[in-house]
């Protein structure tokens, strides 16, 4: 490798690094800002949302790990980790909607959870466009595959703050454990793709 070609390649291990430290810091004050609001209002899709931000700052510390060991023979592993904490969110988000359709527990409002999603949504959309191109640019299968984990949350902040919006604008309280069963679908579908990556 010439040192034009590595210096490039350290240039994008830092990009991409940058990327995944400032994910970690949104994800980490999100759950907590999150959770508080979810406890509040009773919200299984809130609660949803921050399990998913837990296990979108899992996935950053392992693309993390990943990157700074910049070996192909962990790309696998830490791929599959990934896969593994999607699965885990999709059983419980299931079972927690299940429970609140069949209760018809209706949740409150949550103000500062609609902030927080909108917010969410705009910054993970970015941040996923800049680790995948930087994944790319890097041949990084780890850092690829958890651009789509950030962009995911992107549509679950999205479709919980739909669910939020609708029950709090039309009191549509069955919305918000519907956005939850969102959750469910994208996790058991990420969580089969990772496991599918050879």
Same mark, same amino acid.
């Given at each position: 490798?010439?040192?034009?070609?590595?210096?490039?390649?350290?240039?994008?291990?830092?990009?991409?690094?940058?990327?995944?430290?400032?994910?970690?810091?949104?994800?980490?004050?999100?759950?907590?800002?999150?959770?508080?609001?979810?406890?509040?209002?009773?919200?299984?899709?809130?609660?949803?949302?921050?399990?998913?931000?837990?296990?979108?700052?899992?996935?950053?510390?392992?693309?993390?790990?990943?990157?700074?060991?910049?070996?192909?023979?962990?790309?696998?592993?830490?791929?599959?980790?990934?896969?593994?904490?999607?699965?885990?969110?999709?059983?419980?988000?299931?079972?927690?909607?299940?429970?609140?359709?069949?209760?018809? #527990?209706?949740? =409150?409002?949550? *103000?500062?959870?609609?902030?927080? +999603? $909108? /917010?969410?949504?705009?910054?993970? @959309?970015? %941040?996923?466009?800049?680790?995948?191109?930087?994944?790319?640019?890097?041949?990084?299968?780890?850092? #690829?595959?958890? =651009?789509?984990? *950030?962009?995911?949350?992107?549509? +679950? $902040? /999205?479709?919980?703050?739909?669910? @939020?919006? %609708?029950?709090?604008?039309?009191?549509?309280?069955?919305?918000?454990?519907?956005?939850?069963?969102?959750?469910?679908?994208?996790?058991?579908?990420?969580?089969?793709?990772?496991?599918?990556?050879?």
């Amino acid at each position: 490798m010439t040192d034009a070609a590595l210096d490039r390649q350290t240039q994008l291990l830092r990009r991409g690094l940058l990327l995944e430290y400032v994910t970690l810091g949104w994800n980490v004050v999100g759950t907590v800002i999150v959770m508080v609001a979810a406890y509040f209002a009773g919200s299984v899709a809130l609660t949803g949302f921050g399990i998913d931000s837990l296990i979108e700052i899992f996935a950053s510390v392992v693309v993390v790990w990943q990157l700074k060991s910049v070996g192909k023979t962990s790309e696998r592993l830490a791929v599959r980790l990934i896969g593994s904490a999607f699965f885990a969110l999709a059983a419980y988000i299931f079972v927690q909607a299940i429970r609140t359709l069949s209760a018809q #527990t209706h949740p =409150a409002t949550s *103000t500062a959870g609609i902030i927080w +999603l $909108a /917010a969410t949504f705009v910054a993970m @959309l970015l %941040l996923s466009l800049g680790k995948r191109r930087t994944g790319w640019q890097l041949d990084n299968a780890v850092l #690829t595959t958890e =651009a789509h984990v *950030t962009l995911v949350d992107a549509y +679950l $902040a /999205a479709a919980v703050l739909l669910g @939020l919006v %609708l029950n709090g604008v039309a009191d549509w309280w069955w919305a918000d454990p519907l956005a939850g069963l969102v959750i469910v679908y994208y996790g058991l579908r990420e969580g089969v793709a990772a496991w599918r990556v050879p």
